[in-house]
């Protein structure tokens, strides 16, 4: 049986045209309130572990934990630092990032190595307020991108293998409809395993 390949359009024709370019600050701001907002999800989550974790030692005597500020805002940064890290060293991409189509990586060289998605991960964090230099650099890289030598450009995924030359293109394999098929949805019996 051989199997043909179908190709489906998965991006718009209008935005095919930006894939692989430098994103802007626009976009790269969402993807940014997105991620906060998926560490924020996180460390709520974390909290309940813990309380919960608390709450089944104590049993009765049990009390929320009241972490002072500086606890949770540590927390919540070593949390966002671990999360950009993992993701742009793995995938090129945070959560915010693949919403909104965009990937980080190395001018001409691809994906972004751990040492390099730490750094970088460390300068966003703590220093958000640089990725406003997007604006006016002519490649649209923020100051963390100038001293880490990264660049963030609209690519809206698919795997590296059997992807089409258009950007918008998706392969995708279908079988043929099998010959001496009824069209009537029944299965068909196998002479070899229905026998009676």
């Known amino acids: 049986m051989s199997v043909g390949t179908a190709r489906f359009d998965t991006v718009p024709a209008p935005a095919r045209g930006f894939h692989g370019r430098p994103a802007g600050l626009v976009t790269r701001a969402l993807a940014n309130v997105i991620d906060l907002f998926v560490v924020m999800v996180a460390l709520v989550a974390c909290y309940l572990g813990v ?51 965009l990937r980080v990586g190395r001018p001409g060289a691809g994906d972004v190595r751990a040492i390099r998605a730490i750094a ?62 009824s069209d009537d949805g029944d299965p068909e019996p196998v002479a070899s395993l229905d026998r009676e």
Request: aromatic fraction near 16%; charged fraction near 20%; include cysteine.
């Open 51 to 101: 309380s919960g974790f608390l709450f089944l030692r104590r049993g009765p005597a049990f009390e929320f934990p009241t972490p002072t500020y500086a606890e949770a805002y540590w927390i919540g940064f070593a949390l966002l630092v671990v999360y950009f890290a993992w993701s742009w060293a793995t995938t090129g991409r945070t959560i915010g990032d693949r919403t909104m189509g």
């Open 120 to 181: 970088r991960a460390l300068l966003c964090a703590s220093l958000p307020f640089l990725l406003l230099w997007v604006a006016f650099d002519r490649r649209r890289r923020s100051v963390q991108d100038i001293l880490v030598g990264t660049i963030v450009v609209y690519d809206w995924g698919g795997s590296p293998a059997g992807v089409s030359d258009d950007p918008g293109r998706v392969a995708v394999d279908v079988a043929p409809s099998v010959a001496n098929e």
